[in-house]
Each structure stands twice: as C-alpha cells, then as structure tokens.
C-alpha cells in the first residue's frame, strides 16, 4: 500500500479560513495518490485559543507547577480539536476522512510525560481505514502508554509523529507544510538576501535544526534518515511552489564529484539566549562538575579544553544551576552571559582550507570578536556578543553565498 504522508502545523490549521486551504492540497494530492495519512498540530500558535502554549496556561494559571501528566492531558487536546475540524470539513467537500487520536493510531510511547519517545507503531487502524477509503487524519505531537496514559512527545513533536507514522507505514515521501517556501539559507527576518534551498542532505539539516533553524525539529531529520524517507518542507500557502526537498547525499552524487558545481555554503543558523563559561580547574575537579552536569542533564557546547582552563558555552536557561555547581568545587570561573552562536553549515567544511580565515576577515572588518568557535564535518560555529549577532549572520552569508 502506497501511501502519502502530510503534515500541516500549527499556522496552517489556525482558522476555518486556512483549514480550507489544507482541505485544498488534499484534494489535489488525491488525484495522484489513492492513500493519504494526514498528522495535524494544534490550532494556531501563542495566544490563540486553542495552541498548546494557551492550553498549558489553563493549568499554569491555578497552579504553577502542574503535573507532567495532567499537563499532557490538556495539551492533546489542541491536536484532536484542529483534526475533528478538518476531517469534519473534508467530509462536508464529499471526501471521506476519519479522525484518529495518536493511542488511537497506535502510537506506543514511553513514560516520560511532556518529552515521551516513540517506542513503536501499530499501524492496523490506519490502514483499515485507509481501505475503506478514507483520508486519515492523525493527531500530531501525542501517544499513549502500554498501560493507557495520554502522553506528549515535546517540542516538534508532530514532525516526528509525521514521519514516525510515514515509517510504520512504509511511506517513502512525508511532505512538511509550513508558512515558508522550504529550508533558507538563513531566517529571512535577518538576512534579507537568504534563498530558499532546492535540496539538502539529512546531516546538513540536522546541524541546521541543532543550530536554530526552527523549519523542522531535528528528532525528525534523524528519523527520516533512518528510515530512508525523503523529506519535503512546503507552503501550505505557496502549494505549487517545489520546496526544499531533504535526502541522503548520494541522491546528489554526480554533483558533489564536480567540485565546479558544488554551493560551498547550505546556510548559515543562529542561536541567542547563549552563555560563555570559563573555568580553570584541574582535571580531576572538572571531571567531578562534569559528572554533576551529566545528572542534571544540562547540555554543553562548543566545547574548548586546554590543560588547566576550559571554556564552553550553554543555554541560558541552565546558567544559574551551571554556577551553583561551580561554587560548589571552589573553583576559579569566569561568567559572559549575552553571547549568540552563528553556525556556517555546508559541504565538508573542516576539509576546506581557509575557511575559519575568511570568516575572520569577515568578522574583523565589522569589528566583532570572535569569542570562541567549534567545527564538526560539515558546521563551522562562532561565538560572539548577541549585539553582534545579525551583523555575523550577514556577513558570514555574504561571504559564502557568492
């Protein structure tokens, strides 16, 4: 069985007006494709009255530290009001579709209330009612225990719904609809001059998503990757536009053999709301912070180690429990709270001479210090004062985009 897989996020579903808009695409894709599972997110974002963000406020309003559990009973319910309204509208068109919550589905997840992992999909419902006839719409972002508990997958939980759901299905396309034409080469709400990509490769876009880039959630790249599914990002708004299709490398392989063809530069992300640490400790000591960090699960990056003093940067978010343990050890630190990470991606950029040259050039004819940086095969990330940061974006991307 042959199937499609389309999800339509939050913005697409906002309102009667742009549900009307998804039922549209549907029917066009129903010309070419006799199975068609949809994945739904919530209605709207922020401030709209049925989004998850005012769905967690009903709770957070009487209490303000909710359980987990009863957090993901009430956020489950943003998905299930947008799909009954659009499986309603698409049979009121005269075409057949059913509405399935995610334990309906078959999703099976962990325990882990509000950031719970897929541990498998049955997929039987679907496909029945995929024979009958029917357009499947499923709710995104949701499953349920073996034992019964509605839970919820965290943030972008939808895109990994959709593409979790193309896998169980044997779908070799999951199309992603958006308010954007695909994946730019840089947030269009700071680089004016950013394009949209035609194609990139799981790993480029993984780093793009690690990195900032907010198109589609990373869990979902990994698991596409994984499972050989070709993504496509489109606008739901822009139907006939192609998009930024996302695949393995070697779809690509005569192109990336001609050195003369290849766009050196996929795009360039950025992260604010980061923070520099500094720490002079000996091993042993760092080793200790380190093990403690580990427990707490606070994430570091952009990592530096030299013999006695290391440097690494963290959100935010985690600064004062960073500090608090740092306190702990008695040990020397130095704290830069208002940093950003500006992150080139691109084909092998480590195995490209002077690269890091030239975007030092870049940064010293702005007068932007480079605070620290970190590479990996195909990422290049720098470290500057988050009021440096739109002018690195730019210059940065416009030093690699010719």
Do not use: W
Not at 8 to 21: C, D, I, L, Q, R
Not at 114 to 120: E, L, Q, Y
Request: glycine letters at 6%; one cysteine or more.
């Amino acid at each position: 069985m042959e199937v499609l897989v389309q999800k339509f996020g939050g913005t697409s579903v906002a309102s009667y007006e742009k549900m009307k808009e998804v039922c549209k695409i549907i029917e066009a894709h129903k010309e070419k494709y006799k199975n068609i599972a949809v994945v739904v997110s919530a209605m709207g974002r922020k401030g709209a009255p049925y989004a998850t963000d005012t769905l967690i406020s009903m709770c957070t309003n009487i209490n303000d530290r909710p359980t987990k559990r009863e957090l993901d009973m009430i956020m489950s319910c943003g998905e299930i009001i947008s799909g009954t309204i659009l499986a309603t509208m698409l049979d009121s068109m005269g075409i057949p579709a059913t509405f399935l919550t995610g334990t309906q589905a078959g999703i099976i997840t962990t325990k882990a209330f509000s950031n719970a992992k897929i541990k498998k999909i049955n997929p039987k419902k679907i496909q029945r009612e995929l024979a009958d006839g029917k357009v499947v719409i499923i709710a995104g972002f949701q499953g349920g225990t073996e034992d019964g508990e509605i839970t919820t997958l965290g943030r972008g939980g939808s895109d990994t719904s959709a593409v979790a759901i193309g896998k169980a299905l044997g779908s070799d396309l999951v199309q992603i609809y958006t308010d954007v034409d695909g994946i730019m080469t840089a947030d269009p709400r700071i680089e004016p001059d950013a394009k949209v990509l035609k194609y990139a490769d799981y790993d480029e876009v993984f780093q793009m998503a690690e990195n900032g880039a907010k198109v589609i959630h990373p869990r979902a790249v990994e698991l596409a990757k994984n499972a050989d599914i070709i993504l496509q990002i489109k606008n739901t708004y822009n139907p006939n536009y192609e998009g930024t299709k996302i695949g393995p490398a070697n779809v690509l392989k005569d192109v990336y053999e001609d050195s003369s063809k290849v766009k050196f530069m996929s795009a360039v992300a950025h992260k604010d709301k980061i923070a520099q640490v500094k720490v002079i400790a000996t091993e042993d000591i760092f080793s200790r912070i380190l093990n403690e960090m580990e427990d707490r699960h606070i994430n570091m990056d952009m990592i530096n180690f030299l013999t006695e003093k290391k440097a690494f940067a963290l959100d935010v978010s985690n600064l004062d429990e960073v500090e608090n343990i740092l306190k702990q050890h008695d040990v020397e630190y130095e704290i830069k709270p208002d940093c950003a990470k500006v992150t080139l991606i691109g084909n092998k950029v480590t195995e490209t001479p002077g690269v890091i040259a030239k975007i030092m050039r870049a940064l010293n004819a702005e007068n932007i210090t480079l605070l620290q940086s970190s590479d990996s095969y195909n990422s290049l990330s720098c470290l500057v004062d988050e009021k440096d940061m739109v002018t690195t974006v730019h210059v940065i991307h416009n030093a690699f985009s010719a």
